[in-house]
């Protein structure tokens, strides 16, 4: 049986002509939406969600191409843009009535729900992402040696076709790998969990890609065009990130400013999938900013 979130239930929501999104709902009160990252699924809000649900309406999709949302072919570059998924999410919570809520993403989510801001900023009220750079200072902090921890970005990158047909190959010994070189604590992913992130990820190969190459693509675009207008995130702003800056020698705190007027910038001693290893820390952080 796939694990759930205990006590949420679990919906289908149409957000864009052919793409309904799969997204568990609970609790009741001002709304958050949790955006999950690569290569998992909404499930890695567990914790983080049953908690929140206390006092908060909490919505966990799967983002378009992932778990059990609709994976639309990739018919051209916006297919898998953040700025379409970041519009699907809008779509979402106003199908639930909301047209105002908090925002948090990990990872991928965390790219999706910067450009959520960016877009939607009178949507947003807060926004958190969980251990990643906006999209154009990633691909300007990774250079030398010191980009092969990224190599999944590079290879993702490629025009269609070969990496789908590298990665189904060996589905999970691929996705697999992140979820152990990730992980500090191997037990915050439990058997029957990981089993379910590579399931999803194993049927969801070339909509995965798409995501990633749209980062390489498209979604630079979006955000060089914002840099150079100025356009910042004007929402209570947190950020959760490891120590990025040591190992690859760029100031996070220092990009994220840029970004952001209204920062809280955490450097946390959590592994990547820090809403799984450390949810309680997490939980804390997004109640922290919520009072913002």
């Known amino acids: 049986m796939t694990p759930t979130i205990s006590g949420f239930d679990h919906q289908h929501i149409t957000v864009a002509d052919g793409v309904a999104l799969n997204v568990a709902v609970g ?13 998992q699924t909404h499930l890695m809000w567990r914790h983080v969600a049953a908690d929140l649900a206390a006092d908060h309406t909490v919505i966990c999709p799967d983002l378009r191409g992932y778990g059990d949302s609709d994976k639309p072919a990739e018919d051209g570059p916006d297919t898998y843009s953040k700025r379409t998924m970041a519009t ?22 965390a790219l999706v729900a910067i450009r959520a801001g960016l877009d939607h900023p009178g949507v947003i009220t807060h926004l958190a992402s969980l251990d990643v750079l906006p999209t154009l200072d990633m691909w300007d902090v990774m250079h030398g040696a010191s980009a092969a921890v990224g190599f999944h970005l590079y290879l993702m990158a490629q025009p269609p076709g070969l990496p789908e047909r590298m990665i189904a190959a060996s589905a999970d010994a691929f996705f697999g790998h992140f979820l152990d070189i990730w992980t500090r604590d191997p037990e915050a992913i439990p058997a029957e969990v990981r089993a379910a992130y590579l399931a999803a990820s194993r049927g969801a190969v070339d909509s995965i890609v798409a995501d990633y190459r749209a980062s390489a693509g498209v979604d630079v675009e979006h955000d060089t065009a914002d840099r150079e207008a100025g356009h910042r995130l004007t929402m209570p702003v947190t950020v959760l990130q490891q120590d990025w800056g040591s190992a690859l020698g760029f100031d996070a705190a220092g990009l994220w400013h840029e970004w952001a007027g209204d920062l809280d910038h955490r450097t946390v001693p959590y592994g990547h999938f820090m ?18």
């Open 27 to 39: 609790g009741s009160g001002s709304p958050i939406v949790l955006l999950h990252g690569f290569p």
């Open 88 to 109: 699907d999410v809008v779509r979402l919570a106003a199908a639930f009535g909301f047209d105002r809520f908090a925002l948090a993403g990990h990872d991928r989510g």
């Open 275 to 292: 809403a799984e290893e450390a949810p309680a820390g997490v939980t804390g952080a997004l109640r922290d900013l919520l009072k913002r």
